[in-house]
């Protein structure tokens, strides 16, 4: 069925005998290449008023109307809904909530953007009716004054630094970024202080920083999902870059290249209520934490994001990555085996790290040497040797393992399985008695032995080498706080995910609350399918066989695919269908076969 399309501004004022065609077509005609828009110039031409114009929007996009100079209209904004300088940045009215949505007056219904950010700031699902810009600026001059206003939902709102540091230029004169130090710290300084440590309290594993053509996106990365936070003012964006630079230790000057450093800050941590955690002396306690930080050079401007890294994150203990109880036998037998190379695979973002990490951890004993070769080194072990490799002086992947076996280690991590040269030299590790864990980038766990073989590594040698393969991804888990069943879920998601329409009563869903920002979900947890080798499966690498033929024998084998092991997380009421169903997409998937207990 064709997408109805929706009928234009000047079709609309138009066809209420507002304006006149001519007035619409002159009105097209200044709008081009001045980047207003047509109601702008309208109102400007005089042709009409802004009343008209927002009554024009209602009609086109289907929203309420409300006129503040209505007495009726006026009482229905309840200014104790939502923060003060939240209405007065964004110039929005709160009007009503219930259920968990909140409804605004706005005076842009295209500001996607803006509505996106609000979602996150105000924790609740946004619905929206229209005013003038001009009678939400007057009401807000008027009748906000003396009113009180409700305590945002994020644990540590943006909006203690935006009022005068995000929404006004800096003043160079009284606040150098260069010199201002300890308590007299300048606006931009305490602006990317308080980003930074809004972002950690907040669970985000990333902060991006990205210059568009009018104002700087802030977005966040909580839980993997993008969210966009606040719309930093364009003239800041130098002063912004170059403190994040000074920060990571990289070149202030260069914008020409990508840049790569990292930053370690003291962050105050914060107790269940939200509040900043005391030690017996009334300190606030802190927690030091690391940044990865990379610069990109983009077209208004260079893009830093920063990467948070949680040492707590990979030091969960086995049996909190998610694994059910039979994969995580197997998985504690694989990584007991004194020699033999165990991959695990997965797209950027996967968890591999924290896996792997995980492993080592649970070995690290005294009588057990182990040596790492990463890029970059993320989070430091005691009792482990790590090594950074460093291409530009030749310490490279190859040059870090050949020197890692006359160490004599008994277990060895390959951060990264990139060519056939690193992949050799693992295998030789693995064949003369070594213990060896690295990643690869595949979809599967099958694909992983055509991958390997593709890179030129004769096929007897990954028959004979590789012990095990674990492909695993990310999803998101549902805030226990608020989760509840979920009755209305999607017939076609289900069979999707294998779960029956009898077992349709256990399926539960999100549904929103102060602990998870009104999102329903908090914190994930991994889906996996272990590949253990067997002969079948070494015969068909030796064969140099097909990936649908790997992955039938490896389910013959008891492998259990990444969809069967998210049904089973569907069940248990800890992730929804909708997230697990983002993985389905496997070639050779039948769930016939994968989706058995």
Same mark, same amino acid.
């Not at 930093?232 to 230790?249: D, E, F, H, W, Y």
């Given at each position: 069925m064709a997408r109805k399309l929706r009928q234009k501004l000047g079709e609309i004022l138009v066809a209420a005998n507002v304006v006149t065609e001519d007035k619409v077509k002159t009105a097209l005609e200044q709008a081009k290449g001045t980047g207003k828009r047509v109601g702008e110039v309208l109102i400007e031409m005089a042709a009409c008023s802004a009343v008209d114009i927002a009554k024009g929007l209602a009609t086109q996009f289907g929203m309420e109307y409300l006129n503040l100079q209505s007495a009726e209209d006026h009482k229905r904004v309840d200014v104790t809904l939502i923060p003060e300088e939240i209405s007065r940045k964004h110039l929005v009215l709160p009007?009503?909530?219930?259920?968990? #949505?909140?409804?605004?007056?706005?005076?842009?219904?295209?500001?996607?953007?803006?509505?996106?950010m609000l979602r996150f700031r105000l924790g609740a699902e946004i619905d929206t009716a229209i005013g003038t810009k001009e009678q939400i600026s007057y009401f807000l001059e008027g009748d906000r004054a003396g009113a009180t206003i409700a305590k945002p939902l994020?644990?540590?709102?943006?909006?203690?630094?935006?009022?005068?540091?995000?929404?006004?230029?800096?003043?160079?004169?009284?606040?150098?970024?260069?010199?201002?130090?300890?308590?007299?710290?300048?606006?931009?300084?305490?602006?990317? #202080?308080?980003?930074?440590?809004? !972002?950690?309290?907040?669970? !985000?594993?990333?902060?991006?920083?990205?210059?568009?053509?009018?104002?700087?996106?802030?977005?966040?990365?909580?839980?993997?999902?993008?969210?966009?936070?606040?719309?930093?003012?364009?003239?800041?964006?130098?002063?912004?870059? !170059? #403190?994040?630079?000074?920060?990571?230790?990289?070149?202030? !000057?260069?914008?020409?290249?990508?840049?790569?450093?990292?930053?370690?800050?003291?962050?105050?941590?914060?107790?269940?209520?939200?509040?900043?955690?005391?030690?017996?002396?009334g300190q606030t306690m802190v927690d030091h934490v690391d940044f990865r930080v990379s610069t990109c050079p983009a077209s208004h401007g260079e893009s830093v994001v920063l990467r948070i890294l949680r040492p707590d994150s990979v030091r969960i203990g086995l049996i909190n990555l998610g694994l059910e109880a039979d994969t995580l036998d197997v998985f504690n037998k694989i990584i007991r085996r004194p020699n033999g190379i165990f991959l695990v695979t997965g797209p950027t973002g996967s968890g591999k790290t924290t896996t792997l990490y995980s492993a080592l951890d649970t070995l690290n004993r005294p009588d057990r040497k182990i040596i790492t070769a990463e890029d970059p080194v993320e989070y430091n072990f005691k009792g482990i040797n790590q090594v950074q490799v460093r291409d530009a002086i030749g310490l490279t992947f190859p040059a870090i393992l050949k020197s890692m076996l006359r160490q004599a280690p008994n277990i060895i991590l390959v951060g990264e399985i990139r060519d056939r040269e690193v992949a050799d030299i693992a295998i030789q590790a693995a064949l003369t008695g070594h213990l060896v864990f690295s990643t690869l980038h595949t979809n599967d766990a099958p694909s992983a032995i055509t991958r390997l073989i593709d890179m030129g590594v004769k096929p007897f040698l990954v028959a004979s080498s590789i012990q095990a393969v674990l492909a695993q991804r990310l999803v998101r888990i549902l805030c226990q706080k608020c989760r509840g069943p979920d009755p209305d879920v999607d017939s076609k998601l289900l069979r999707i995910v294998g779960v029956s329409e009898m077992e349709r009563d256990r399926v539960m869903g999100p549904k929103g609350c102060r602990e998870c920002g009104q999102v329903g979900y908090r914190g994930r947890r991994g889906i996996y399918e272990m590949m253990v080798m067997n002969s079948e499966i070494r015969h068909l690498a030796f064969e140099r066989s097909g990936i649908s033929k790997l992955r039938a024998a490896a389910v013959r084998g008891g492998m259990r695919g990444l969809l069967g092991d998210g049904r089973l997380k569907i069940l248990k009421g800890m992730t929804t269908p909708e997230e697990i169903a983002k993985f389905a997409q496997i070639e050779g998937f039948d769930p016939t076969t994968e989706m058995a207990v």
């Open positions: 009007l009503s909530k219930s259920g968990g #949505r909140l409804k605004l007056l706005i005076h842009d219904p295209m500001d996607v953007e803006l509505l996106d994020v644990k540590k709102e943006l909006g203690d630094l935006t009022a005068n540091s995000m929404d006004t230029s800096v003043d160079r004169s009284k606040a150098s970024i260069d010199q201002e130090t300890g308590q007299s710290e300048g606006e931009i300084v305490r602006m990317v #202080r308080n980003i930074i440590q809004t !972002a950690v309290q907040n669970r !985000a594993s990333d902060i991006h920083f990205e210059p568009m053509k009018q104002f700087v996106l802030l977005r966040y990365r909580i839980d993997g999902e993008c969210q966009i936070i606040d719309k930093l003012p364009k003239v800041n964006q130098s002063a912004i870059l !170059a #403190r994040l630079k000074l920060m990571a230790g990289v070149n202030m !000057a260069e914008r020409r290249i990508p840049q790569d450093g990292r930053i370690k800050m003291p962050i105050p941590m914060l107790d269940a209520a939200g509040k900043e955690k005391l030690d017996p002396a």
